[in-house]
C-alpha cells in the first residue's frame, strides 16, 4: 500500500481543490510514493502524536489542521511547528491534512457531527456557486452512448443523488476536412455532413482534466469538438456548515445538556434562552461565527459552534440561540470519520485513531 492510496480514499470524498484560498491541506512532509505501515488519524499532530505514530509503527499521520497553515521561512526547531516537522522528517513520517476541504463537503466535519446528533434531512448551510461546469459536446449518433459512457465513468453527469444525467438532442453537424486530416468520415476537401447527437453533461470543476481527457480519448473523430461553461448554480453539496432536523422538538435546555453529553463539553458558551423548542440545528465544527446570520436566515433554532468571541455572541440579536460547544469539542468526530474513509476502501489495513488527546484548551470546573 502507497501513502498515495491512502490519500485518494480521502480525496475522492473531499477533493483537495475544494479548500479555502488560505488554507494548506495536503501532503505536507513526506513522499506520496513511499510504502505505507501504517496510518494514525488525529484531529492535530503534537510531537506526542508523532510519538505514538512511533510506537505504533505509522508512517502516515492524517489530521484534520494542517501542521504548517501561514508558511515557515526557517526550519530551526524555535518553536512547535518547526519542532513537529523536524521530529516528522527525522522519522521518515509523512504528514497529511485535509482541512477545508473537508469542512466543505456535506457529510464531512459539520455533517459528522449532525449525524452524532441524530439529524435527519442534513442539508449544506451555505453552499458555494460557480463549482459546477457544463460540457457540451457532439458525436456521431451512434457513437453518443459510448462518449456518454466515458463521461460518466471519469464522474460527470452527477446531480443530487443521482447518477449518468445528461440532455441529448440530434442535428446535423458540417465540417471539411483539409489536406493533412485524417477524417473518421467524409473526405478531404469536400463538406461533409453527419447526424450527430449533442451531449450535455454537468460535473464539478476539480474532475475537468480527467472529464476532457475521456471525452477525448473515447471520441471518434480526431478533433473534438466541446465547450465548457462555469455555471452560476449553487452546488449543494459543497459548502460550509451544516443544517438539519431533530426527530421530535425538545425543550432548550434539555438539547443544550444533550450536547454537553454528547461532545464530553467541560462547558458551554451560549447566549440566552428563547422559551421555546428545538428542532432545527445548524453546525459548523472550528470557528464558525461567520455563519451565524446564515443559520438565522435558515430559521435554524440554535447553531453550534466554536470560538466565537464575545461581540459575535450579540450577532444571534435574540432570534436564534447560540452554542459554543469548543473548536476541539466540536471536532472531535473529524477523527472518525476520516478513519471511516480509509476503512471503508481498505477494510484489513492498519488504520489506527490516535489516542491523544490534542485539546490544548482546559476547563477548570
Ligand atoms: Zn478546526
Keep these: ?170 442535428g446535423t453537424g458540417t465540417f471539411k476536412a483539409e489536406e493533412g486530416a485524417d477524417p473518421y468520415v467524409g473526405e478531404i476537401g469536400k463538406q461533409h455532413q453527419e447526424r450527430e447527437t449533442k451531449i450535455e453533461i454537468v460535473y464539478p470543476f476539480y474532475l475537468e482534466s480527467q472529464v476532457v481527457k475521456a471525452l477525448v480519448q473515447n471520441h471518434p473523430y480526431e478533433e473534438v469538438a466541446y465547450d465548457i461553461f462555469t455555471m452560476e448554480n449553487m452546488h449543494l453539496g459543497i459548502g460550509s456548515g451544516v443544517i438539519g432536523k431533530l426527530e421530535a422538538p425538545m425543550e432548550e435546555m434539555r438539547f443544550l445538556e444533550l450536547l454537553k453529553d454528547r461532545f464530553e463539553a467541560k462547558g458551554i458558551r451560549y447566549t440566552g434562552l428563547l422559551g421555546k423548542s428545538i428542532q432545527k440545528v445548524a453546525i459548523c465544527g472550528g470557528a464558525g461565527s461567520f455563519l451565524i446570520k446564515k443559520a438565522i436566515k435558515n430559521k435554524a433554532d440554535i447553531y453550534i459552534t466554536g470560538d466565537v468571541k464575545y461581540h459575535e455572541f450579540f450577532d444571534s440579536e435574540g432570534k436564534i440561540v447560540l452554542a459554543d460547544i469548543g473548536h476541539y469539542e466540536s471536532e472531535q468526530f473529524t477523527v472518525e470519520l476520516l478513519c471511516d474513509l480509509l476503512l471503508k476502501k481498505f477494510p484489513t489495513f492498519a488504520v489506527l485513531k490516535s489516542s491523544v488527546n490534542t485539546n490544548p484548551v482546559n476547563y477548570l470546573g
Design 1 to 170: 500500500m502507497k501513502i498515495l492510496d491512502l490519500i485518494s480514499a480521502i480525496e475522492v470524498f473531499a477533493a483537495p481543490e475544494l479548500q479555502e484560498d488560505y488554507d494548506n491541506a495536503g501532503l505536507i512532509t513526506g513522499n506520496s510514493d513511499w510504502e505505507c505501515s501504517g496510518v494514525l488519524c488525529s484531529l492535530d499532530v503534537t510531537l506526542e502524536v508523532i510519538k505514538e505514530a512511533k510506537t505504533r509503527n505509522c508512517n502516515l499521520i492524517m489530521s484534520h489542521h494542517p501542521i504548517i497553515f501561514r508558511g515557515l521561512k526557517r526550519i530551526n526547531g524555535n518553536n512547535y511547528v518547526e519542532n513537529i516537522i523536524v521530529e516528522a522528517i527525522k522519522n521518515d513520517i509523512a504528514l497529511y491534512a485535509a482541512h477545508t476541504n473537508l469542512d466543505n463537503v456535506l457529510l464531512g466535519v459539520s455533517g459528522m457531527i449532525a449525524k452524532k446528533l441524530g439529524l435527519q434531512d442534513i442539508q449544506v448551510l451555505q453552499p458555494k456557486n460557480r463549482l459546477l461546469r457544463r460540457l457540451i459536446t457532439f458525436a456521431p449518433v451512434n457513437k453518443a452512448e459510448e462518449v456518454r459512457k466515458a463521461v460518466f465513468n471519469a464522474g460527470a453527469g452527477h446531480i443530487g443523488q443521482y447518477s449518468e444525467c445528461s440532455f441529448n438532442s440530434e
